[in-house]
């Protein structure tokens, strides 16, 4: 038999509310029976002891898009394994979403149904729900419903040994190709004393209510409650994808009893066929076998029968060491349908520490003599396993009814080594929910774990938070170097919330952002511009030297060594413009990277040429070519030309510019700000008196004066250049601060612009007006080695300071900019493709704390204190309500009835199907409540009474139309 990896699992059993809890309740060999809780105050079980979930009543109904009324009808065991198994694909790296519309298996295994008797025991509170509420195929049905899971769904019977057999089938159902993925669960919930009565008359009940497994004071079954899920896969495709492996199932087999000493009784020969079975398809010898997880519920004759087979098979002449045996129902209890995958759950976990749990409560009476003699041993104390090597352990489960499973692990293959990341990297831990209330919740659960996280495994659990956890409305990213740094934000942002769960750190976006892109020109340079982000981001680093590769060979430098050195000289032109260009390519790759698609884009003078790549009307060959000509050509002008930023108006400036040779007004960049070109000599004089009028005013870092006449003789080689290069019309909406405009659609950026680009005046303020006033976005983000535009363009447009965001902060930058930035668009409502700041090794799912639920919401049977009596059938002469509104308020009150809200709650206007989440079942109820409000529409058939119909307002016309004798 092939492998088969666990790759996830989640559970909760008594005194333990998920996989963390339940491996500390086993190892410190702890027993988890007592009276029933609180909730349970219904008297259908008295005060027996027993196994019990704390929160068996408790569903997040809301998190699964499932309404108050629907939850109330559905049996405990389908909301159990909804949230289970939602936790169990979520440890698997797997988003749950992801599945949707895929070959998934779903395996189920259960026993008892105490919930469909109860329901069915009142005919008049049967409903269209109970059906999909009630009887054991729901419970695997209702999961792939749910998750729109299309492979198998099934739910399995065989009484005791329900969920181990569920684990077989799916592993059948897995290498005959049935399925990619397959879940196998198993759920199990005490309502009545129905079972127990059962168990009491057979001899087979503990008084006490606990079992007690392969001891001396062994009386009887202790039953008791849990719900566990494994996600499956076949191991191949586990370890190609990188999957973490909790253990690797080798081997399965079930059979039957057959006609042995009576249907309930065990039968020793049997169990030995199945564990032989096992290992035979498992390749392995008994010998091998460390460990098994027996059955071992606590019956005298159960126990005695089960440890001769064990012995008979396990307990081989050949073993160098007694194999160690263990039921982990001396902890819980009998958790009769979920009791195999209980068993399974702890083996893996087992196999996982190697580390083996006591094998029963301690405190029990030491077990008698007659296990050793067959070679088998029952630790009292937990076991050290060989920290290396391969581990095999089997598992065990018994049905009632003769139906026998056994399962062979193996420990999962080692993982190949993987250089840790670097510590110094910021990285983005993210956390979602439907409520502000949820998403406090989870900060909290996950603040407490993060400190336990490995620093050199912070990169990966941010990467799962990213990509594994579903993301819902309400969000919130933390960007943090290590788990103890990002433990305290989410935590701070936690307490930061009222007793309602509402921060305004908390984001609910409508919908994604509308992003537009600013690149920044000459100017903005410094040395060692944007080497945080080489060293740190892997994205920037390919389109970097990406473009770097293509700029190199029309210059007398390298870029890469020019910008990454600190290399001083990168503040003349012909080494700037170069290094502009490749930073700003740069970033904007590394932007598109993380999944922005820019509604348009901008550059400043020297800046277009990188927007123009990202807006595909240049390509980076040509755009390369374009960059190096003009810099060396620039760069080859007589030195004496500098440009002076002054902060006044554009005709405070012109009579000043018009009494010069060689100073021109460069740019306008706002309604006080303004860029001045020209000779050094000119532009002093006019500082002078610009201080004169106390207008301030400073240099930039260039040693040329662009967008002057200081330029002319270059413009006819850069012509010539240019016009070699094709011109091409943007694919994405460029404007232009050549025209201050948007170009044309048929305006291509061709020879004839980029050569009157030289010299025109850059008209940023009247393009950044007009691409706000055409797009309206709800960001912009400049893409420059420092923010040099985005204070401008806050002034400019109305837009608040934190929608104006910079890829690079300027001499300051640690590299975390990418980070800041994603965790900013996340925040309004982007989902990043998270891969632009992970290096492949990095990206590996890192098991995280589960999704904690809402407990607030709870649904339990509650029994009458007397029986009810049958509702009197309606009245059919009973009287329509008077007038539209009371019509629209009976409706309104009728729809809420099936949703389980309040009328006021329930829009008039809003669409049974889109709006309110009708399907055909809730249309049925609402037709059959319909019914009984107006008995003289009962003979109307749905078709008629539905026919066009889609909201409440429009169902309460129909209906007055109607009642009144009219045809609608």
């Known amino acids: 038999m092939l492998g088969i990896a666990v790759t996830g699992l989640d559970c909760a059993f008594p005194g333990a509310a998920d996989p963390e809890e339940f491996w500390r309740l086993l190892g410190h060999g702890r027993q ?427 990169a990966a659990a941010c990467w799962t938070s990213n990509t594994v956890r579903t993301r819902l409305p309400y969000r919130f990213a933390a960007v943090a170097t290590d788990p103890a740094a990002a433990a305290r934000e989410l935590r701070a942002a936690a307490l930061d919330a009222d007793v309602f769960g509402h921060s305004d750190r908390f984001a609910r976006p409508d919908g994604p952002p509308s992003v537009a892109l600013l690149f920044t020109g000459q100017g903005s340079q410094y040395p060692a511009m944007g080497a945080g982000l080489y060293a740190a981001v892997p994205s920037y680093r390919r389109h970097f030297d990406a473009a770097a590769a293509a700029l190199d060979p029309h210059l007398d430098h390298s870029v890469a060594e020019s910008v990454l050195s600190g290399d001083e000289r990168v503040n003349r032109t012909e080494r700037a413009q170069p290094a502009l260009f490749a930073v700003g390519y740069a970033l904007a790759g590394m932007v598109a990277d993380l999944g922005v698609r820019p509604v348009a884009v901008l550059g400043h003078s020297s800046g277009e040429y990188a927007a123009a790549c990202a807006a595909g009307a240049l390509t980076l060959p040509d755009a390369a070519r374009l960059v190096a000509r003009r810099a060396r050509l620039m760069g080859a002008l007589p030195a004496g030309g500098a440009m002076l930023a002054a902060r006044c108006r554009p005709e405070d400036v012109r009579e000043l510019v018009r009494g010069t040779a060689t100073v021109a007004l460069a740019a306008v960049n706002g309604p006080r700000a303004v860029v001045l070109s020209g000779s050094r000599t000119e532009l002093t004089s006019i500082q002078r008196e610009l201080t004169a009028g106390k207008v301030g005013s400073r240099w930039l870092p260039v040693s040329h004066a662009a967008h002057s006449p200081l330029v002319e003789p270059m413009r006819e080689p850069f012509a010539r250049a240019a016009a070699e290069v094709p011109g091409k019309v943007p694919t994405v909406p460029f404007h232009s601060t050549v025209h201050g405009r948007r170009c044309g659609d048929s305006e291509a950026l061709d020879g004839a612009y980029w050569a009157d680009h030289l010299t025109a005046p850059v008209r940023f303020a009247d393009a950044l007006r007009g691409l706000y006033r055409a797009h309206r976005p709800t960001h912009l983000v400049e893409i420059g080695p420092r923010p040099v535009l985005a204070p401008l363009a806050h002034r400019l447009v109305p837009l608040p300071k934190k929608a104006c965001r910079h890829a690079c902060q300027g001499p300051e930058s640690t590299g975390g900019e990418a980070a800041e930035l994603a965790a900013a668009l996340y925040r309004s409502g982007l989902d990043p493709d998270w891969a632009a700041l992970y290096a492949p090794a990095e990206r590996t799912p890192h098991r995280l704390r589960p999704h904690a639920f809402a407990t607030a919401a709870r649904f339990w049977a509650r029994p009458e204190t007397t029986p009810r009596p049958a509702a009197p059938p309606p009245v059919p002469t009973a009287a329509p309500p008077d007038g539209p509104e009371a019509m629209l308020d009976t409706v309104l009150a009728t729809t809420a009835a099936v949703l389980g809200r309040e009328p006021s709650d329930v829009p008039a206007d809003a669409r049974f199907y889109e709006d309110l989440g009708f399907d055909s079942v809730m249309i049925m109820e609402l037709r059959h409540r319909i019914e009984q409000s107006f008995p003289a529409l009962a003979a109307v058939p749905l078709s008629e009474l539905l026919d066009g119909v889609t909201d409440p307002r429009g169902l309460a016309e129909h209906l007055r139309l109607r009642c009144s004798g009219v045809r609608a």
């Open 32 to 458: 988890a029976v007592g009276p029933p809780p609180p909730a349970r105050g219904d008297g259908r079980r008295g005060e027996r002891p027993a196994g019990y979930l704390d929160d068996a009543d408790a569903f997040d109904h809301a998190f699964f898009g499932i309404d108050a009324a629907e939850a109330q009808a559905m049996d405990p065991r389908q909301r159990l394994l909804l949230q289970c198994v939602w936790r169990a694909l979520e440890d698997a790296g797997t988003p749950p979403a992801a599945l949707a519309g895929t070959q998934v298996g779903v395996y189920t295994g259960t026993m008892t149904d105490d919930w469909t008797a109860l329901q069915l025991a009142d005919p008049a509170t049967v409903s269209a729900r109970t059906g999909t509420g009630t009887g054991h195929a729901m419970l695997a049905n209702r999961l792939s419903y749910q998750l729109d899971l299309r492979g198998p769904s099934l739910t399995v019977d065989t009484a005791c040994s329900s969920s181990l057999v569920a684990v077989h089938l799916a592993c059948t159902a897995l290498l005959a190709g049935e399925c990619d993925h397959a879940v196998a669960a198993g759920v199990n919930v005490l309502l009545t004393a129905a079972l127990d009565a059962v168990y009491a008359r057979s001899g087979l009940a503990a008084p006490d209510g606990r079992c007690k497994p392969f001891s001396p004071a062994a009386d009887g079954i202790g039953r008791a409650e849990g719900v566990g899920a494994v996600v499956l896969r076949r191991l191949e495709d586990a370890l190609a994808e990188g999957r973490p492996v909790y253990a690797v199932i080798r081997g399965s087999a079930i059979n039957q009893d057959g006609r042995s000493n009576g249907m309930t009784a065990p039968s020793r020969g049997a169990q030995r066929e199945v564990i032989t079975a096992a290992c035979h398809r498992a390749g392995v010898r008994p010998a091998e076998v460390a460990f098994v997880e027996a059955h071992g519920t606590g019956t005298r004759l159960g126990d005695l029968i089960e440890l001769g087979a064990l012995g008979d098979t396990y307990g081989a002449e050949d073993r160098e060491l007694p194999c160690h045996v263990g039921s982990l129902k001396g902890n819980i209890g009998h958790a009769e349908g979920a009791a195999g995958i209980a068993g399974l759950i702890k083996a893996v976990l087992a196999l996982h520490h190697r580390t083996l749990p006591p094998g029963y409560a301690a405190g029990d009476d030491t077990p008698g003599p007659g296990p050793e003699r067959a070679g088998l041993c029952l630790p009292d104390r937990p076991v050290p396993l060989p920290p290396r090597g391969q581990l095999l352990a089997g598992v065990s489960s018994f049905g009632m009814g003769g139906s026998n499973a056994h399962v062979v692990l193996g420990t999962a293959p080692e993982r190949p080594f993987a250089p840790p990341a670097s510590d110094a990297v910021p990285r983005v831990f993210t956390l979602s929910a439907d409520s502000a209330a949820g998403l406090q919740r989870n900060l909290l659960v996950q603040s407490e774990a993060l400190p336990d996280v490995p620093r050199s495994a912070f």
